[in-house]
């Protein structure tokens, strides 16, 4: 998820891979196993030196180089940003760090958990980064609820798609809904902790200070459950991150499902969220995403899943407001 809040605010999910293998959750690594002994397999010491000869290996923080692998956090729940497929995590996010991993000389394990949980987790440790189309802004960099009181240390984040709001309803459209504003006094359906829920939580003060009724606002434990309420009609419409929503009206009950109205909204940068301590990685990650960004890799995976109103020209740290 315009990048999910924990996921992204309405640019979510407020929460975008073709080069290189795609990691999968739960996979045992075993980049570089030859220097954990002294008397290491040839095999192993064949992948250490692929590893190190890697452009930016040496970019890496000592703990991340001795493994071989970064451990990514995700919610695999975002066609086509990420998702699972046949027991793997698949999508533009994977196939982006596939490609980094390229330029880095390790791989990127993903392991999916709620959306709202990932900072959490990748502040305990539990994750190198937290890589889910999730939105780059302030209250995140900054560790603070949408009320702005302080509830962690934050994150630092490496920019490498943008992506807004959108908005979407049932095929054909029978509340004749057509934008966000539509939705005053209506019953709307996002995931829990995204941005785009922060997203319906300041369009319904709009509605109330504009003399409308609030939107009533069903936060989901994950997407699914939020587009299964849409589709059954107990909620008129359903707020995403842009590339998420059309993926879902494109592909979902053949493209007899949803469709999206309006256009997109408060487009903001996605980011690979990075604890503050961890400035050594955060620094080696920019430049990967420069890397593929200048050799073409970048463009090519977005095309791939026809995700190319999302690219940008050049990384950038905290670049969310």
Request: aromatic share 6%; charged share 25%.
């Amino acid at each position: 998820m315009t990048a999910r809040s924990t996921r992204r605010t309405t640019a979510t999910r407020s929460r975008l891979a073709a080069v290189g293998s795609i990691a999968v959750a739960g996979a045992l690594l075993l980049t570089g196993c030859g220097d954990q002994t002294d008397n290491g397999s040839s095999e192993g010491a064949k992948e250490t030196e692929k590893s190190s000869s890697a452009p930016l290996f040496d970019k890496l923080p000592k703990k991340i180089q001795d493994a071989g692998v970064i451990k990514a956090g995700t919610n695999a729940e975002y066609a086509p940003m990420e998702y699972q497929e046949g027991g793997k995590i698949v999508g533009v996010d994977p196939d982006i760090a596939a490609a980094l991993g390229e330029k880095l000389g390790v791989e990127f394990q993903f392991t999916s958990g709620s959306f709202d949980g990932l900072i959490t987790a990748l502040n305990s440790g539990r994750y190198d980064v937290a890589m889910s189309s999730i939105t780059d802004n302030k209250q995140r960099q900054e560790g603070l609820d949408d009320k702005g009181k302080k509830l962690g240390p934050g994150v630092d984040f490496v920019d490498y798609f943008v992506a807004g709001t959108a908005v979407y309803v049932q095929k054909g459209n029978p509340k004749n809904i057509n934008s966000i504003e539509d939705l005053c006094g209506q019953t709307a359906a996002v995931q829990r902790g995204t941005t785009y829920e922060q997203a319906l939580k300041d369009q319904s003060k709009k509605c109330t200070d504009g003399g409308k009724k609030a939107i009533n606002i069903e936060p989901f434990e994950n997407d699914t459950e939020a587009q299964t309420r849409v589709k059954s009609g107990g909620a008129v419409a359903g707020v995403n991150d842009y590339p998420v929503a059309v993926d879902l009206a494109r592909k979902a009950g053949g493209g007899n499902d949803f469709e999206v109205v309006g256009e997109q909204v408060d487009a903001g940068p996605f980011g690979i969220a990075v604890n503050k301590d961890n400035k050594e990685l955060t620094a080696a990650l920019e430049e990967a995403v420069n890397a593929i960004i200048e050799d073409g890799t970048y463009k090519k995976i977005l095309e791939k899943w026809g995700a190319e109103t999302g690219a940008i020209d050049k990384a950038a740290i905290n670049g969310g407001k």
